[in-house]
């Protein structure tokens, strides 16, 4: 069976879902989803959309309050408490990333509802900013990022690399932290996530 990737929110969504549609025998509203998970309405408005595109629930009829029903408890690839290693990172010469996802329980690490991975870094571009190779990033899943965020950066030629991010006019500077290096000027840049720690085993 194939597995269908949720974040700890939409895992949290339909176990409320289930436990709601059990006790009640009808499907709950978005609203009592929201008051139950201490959360606004528009936050689970969001996250059900997803779900209903991921196909794990549908909706009967439109504009119909408890017209949610849930398709199939997903198989989760992992734990829902679990990350997943999805490849190395280039700390140095980009490199392209494809390498067969590991588990990683770090799920107490991240904030409430983030989407995160963890990436293994090879390379020394960001040693002075204490990361080594061998380290694992934790990273939120994000498409946009502020001014000196280390961020996962994709290249136009499809290759990924672990640099500080700066927007400067039209173009975007990626910054080492290693001062044997130069930054790289790009026209573009495809964000995949910014960093939000390091892990390093010693």
Do not use: W
């Not at 934790?138 to 961020?151: C, D, M, Q």
């Amino acid at each position: 069976m194939s597995t269908i990737p949720l974040t700890r929110r939409q895992r949290d969504i339909l176990d409320f879902f289930e436990s709601y549609t059990r006790s009640q025998g009808i499907s709950p509203t978005l609203e009592e989803i929201a008051t139950s998970l201490g959360v606004n309405k528009v936050t689970i408005f969001g996250h059900v959309a997803e779900l209903e595109r991921k196909g794990v629930l549908t909706r009967a009829a439109k504009g119909v309050s408890r017209a949610l029903q849930l398709t199939a408890k997903p198989t989760l690839p992992v734990r829902a408490t679990e990350l997943q290693i999805l490849g190395t990172i280039a700390a140095g010469a980009p490199l392209e990333t494809l390498e067969e996802p590991e588990p990683l329980d770090l799920a107490d690490l991240t904030p409430p509802g983030a989407d995160c991975y963890a990436l293994r870094v090879r390379g020394d571009s960001m040693i002075e900013d204490g990361i080594r190779e061998g380290d694992l990033v934790l990273v939120e899943r994000r498409s946009e990022a502020h001014n000196g965020e280390i961020v996962v950066a994709v290249l136009p030629d499809e290759t990924a690399t672990l640099k500080r991010f700066y927007r400067e006019g039209n173009r975007v500077r990626l910054q080492p932290a290693n001062a044997q290096l130069q930054p790289r000027i790009v026209d573009s840049v495809d964000i995949r996530g910014v960093v939000l720690g390091v892990l390093r085993r010693y």
